[in-house]
């Protein structure tokens, strides 16, 4: 079947240490985006891409960045520049003949 | 830019109370989306509307897109605890195809 899959689901780290979310898509979907939500709260766009080897920032892109080398992923990295990286993040994708998205399941990070 | 406001923000039913939202704009959009997330979780497709005036039913869900095309509704009839979670309105950015728009969302808690 295909889907998008993200991992780890829980992710811990220290303080000051880079991370890197897993995001990869099966769907045959040309773009993909990343979303941080906080608890409580709605859905926040860091990145997206519409093409491989193309990405565009999203509304609160610092301290994130990303890569898309290939089609079927579109890893996220946390940076240590991100002041405040606990979130639960949500990685989607898009087909070219519909407008609706498909998430992941999430990534819930915890920064200690 | 496109905004998509939410109301309520926030439900508390006891199981069994028929549930009413709603999404609106100040743009007009040629497609409706409703998305819910359950905790923890990635948001799934409940509802897609493409057409003014539709009435469409999903199991105890039934979405409507607006006349106006500003607005759409979402009823859950009958409640149960696994109506928890947070509904999402979505449109398509009028200028970026591969965009959606998304509300801030209304959080459901139904009390068993």
């Known amino acids: 079947d295909g889907g998008i899959t993200q991992s780890p689901k829980y992710l811990f780290r220290k303080e000051g240490q880079n991370v890197t979310l897993s995001c990869e898509q099966n769907l045959n979907h040309d773009a993909m985006y990343w979303y941080r939500q906080d608890p409580g709260q709605g859905l926040r766009l860091i990145y997206y891409?519409?093409?491989?080897?193309?990405?565009q920032k999203g509304d609160i892109a610092e301290g994130y960045s990303v890569s898309r080398e290939k089609k079927e992923s579109f890893p996220l990295t946390v940076t240590s520049a991100q002041k405040n990286p606990t979130a639960f993040y949500l990685c989607?994708?898009?087909?070219?003949?519909?407008?609706?998205?498909?998430f992941g399941s999430g990534t819930r990070l915890t920064v200690v | 830019g496109q905004q998509l406001n939410q109301s309520p923000q926030s439900m508390f039913i006891q199981e069994g109370e028929d549930v009413s939202m709603n999404c609106t704009s100040s743009s007009i959009f040629n497609t409706w989306l409703w998305y819910k997330q359950d905790p923890g979780e990635g948001p799934v497709l409940l509802i897609a509307?493409?057409?003014?005036?539709e009435l469409t039913s999903n199991g105890r869900l039934t979405a409507q897109f607006g006349i106006t095309r500003k607005d759409s509704f979402l009823n859950i009839s009958a409640s149960i605890p696994s109506d928890v979670g947070i509904y999402f309105c979505a449109g398509p950015h009028n200028n970026a195809g591969n965009m959606l728009t998304f509300g801030g969302g209304t959080r459901l808690m139904v009390k068993p």
């Open positions: 509307l493409y057409k003014a005036g």
């Open positions: 989607a994708s898009k087909g070219a003949l519909w407008y609706g998205y498909t």
């Open positions: 891409s519409q093409i491989v080897n193309d990405f």
